[in-house]
């Protein structure tokens, strides 16, 4: 049998213990769930980026030109001589815009899909030869130091592409509040967040017509076979995808077409027809809500930008949730508000309960 070079490789990769359990403990509950950060191996970081050329997939050419247009503002707000720490940085394709535009001290990207990560690194020092870079293979939601060469750099986190949506709320609170902690004092993050839009639109961007996505959703099934000496029939199972309306949610799932039996790692397991395993989660996020996000996980934003048909959010935040205007009264935050007409500002009092934002009107502020 003739094996392509990336097949080779695989095969004299040692396997992550970490991909081992979490496959092995998500076959086993109900209803099965794999974590979306096994999506990537050197074959899924492939896919992802025949994915962002798709005409369905918007997300990725309208947040390359929100960016393109707002660089330069953008350099402004968070001056010169800063780290860029770029977390799931893929292929790097939309980091040349920024780092042309702000001067780094240093490039420190971190991917969990390590071979892809290594290849873009050598693309890129060939663009930027002086810039000095530090890679971080590993995955950003665990903990991570930063190299020590950039001690005492000023620090601005990248987390483009809407990665942050591939996390359960919660973690990406979590998420976030680490990054806080990891990029330290003074630290600023550029993070693009995808909005919450029509599920005409947002369904095809992750079932389109070529069948890339359900290609990418179905090699995790070819890597379990591959690394942990899987028997997964894969043509016996289909990519599906939902929006889930209550959590504001894309759902990939894979779907088992017939009742099947195999084995991964030595274990036997069932599917009846019908039965799916949930590979993955898309968060959308409206305007507010992504604010009310960023708050939750220790930074502020400070200022916002989007496309034409407000499709895709790129937000500078900086780190710590102190903000300019409020005072804090009874816990609740009181903002001073600027109407669209003069006479119109006044105050308004934000908080959140039972899951949504409410904002009260005090009335004129004197
Ligand atoms: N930033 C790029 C790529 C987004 S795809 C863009 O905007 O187009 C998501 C990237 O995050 C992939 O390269 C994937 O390998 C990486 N990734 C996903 N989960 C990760 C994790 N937990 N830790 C580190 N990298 C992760
Ligand atoms: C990387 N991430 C933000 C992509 C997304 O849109 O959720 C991954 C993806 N999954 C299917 N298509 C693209």
């Known amino acids: 049998m003739l094996l392509q070079k990336n097949e080779r490789e695989s095969l004299f990769a040692e396997v992550d213990p ?89 490039y420190v990207p971190i991917d969990i899909s390590a071979e892809f990560l290594r290849e873009s690194v050598t693309a890129l020092s060939a663009a930027f030869p002086n810039l000095p870079i530090f890679p971080i293979e590993g995955d950003f939601t665990g903990t991570l130091g930063l190299p020590e060469a950039i001690d005492g750099m000023a620090r601005l986190g990248f987390f483009p592409g809407s990665t942050i949506g591939n996390l359960l709320v919660s973690d990406a609170v979590d998420l976030l509040r680490v990054m806080a902690a990891t990029l330290g004092a003074d630290s600023m993050l550029l993070i693009g967040i995808d909005r919450i839009k029509d599920a005409n639109i947002l369904l095809p961007a992750y079932d389109d017509a070529q069948g890339v996505t359900a290609a990418f959703n179905l090699n995790l099934l070819h890597r379990i076979n591959r690394e942990l000496s899987g ?71 400070i200022a916002d930008w989007t496309d034409q048909k407000e499709f895709f959010s790129l937000i500078l935040a900086k780190v710590g949730t102190a903000v300019s205007a409020p005072n804090h009264v009874n816990g609740r935050a009181i903002f001073r508000v600027m109407g669209p007409h003069k006479g119109d500002e006044g105050r308004v009092e934000l908080f959140y309960a039972y899951g949504k934002m409410y904002v009260q009107a005090l009335g004129q502020q004197d």
């Open 18 to 106: 970490a991909f081992r359990g979490d496959v092995l403990k998500g076959l086993g509950i109900k209803p099965r769930a794999i974590p979306a950060r096994w999506l990537y191996d050197r074959r899924g970081s492939e896919l992802f980026e025949a994915i962002t050329a798709l005409p369905e997939y918007y997300p990725t050419r309208t947040e390359r030109s929100i960016l393109s247009c707002a660089v330069s503002d953008i350099a402004a707000l968070i001056g010169p001589k800063r780290a860029v720490v770029e977390f799931g940085s893929g292929s790097s394709t939309k980091t040349p815009i920024l780092l042309s535009e702000v001067s780094p001290t240093a």
């Open 231 to 301: 028997t997964v029939p894969v043509d016996a199972v289909s990519h599906v995808v939902r929006w889930n309306d209550v959590e504001a949610r894309i759902e990939m799932h894979l779907k088992a077409a017939r009742d099947v039996q195999f084995s991964v790692d030595g274990r036997i397991f069932s599917m009846a027809s019908g039965e799916t395993i949930h590979t993955e989660n898309s968060f959308k996020y409206a305007v507010r809500d992504a604010r009310v996000l960023l708050r939750a996980g220790g930074w502020t934003p």
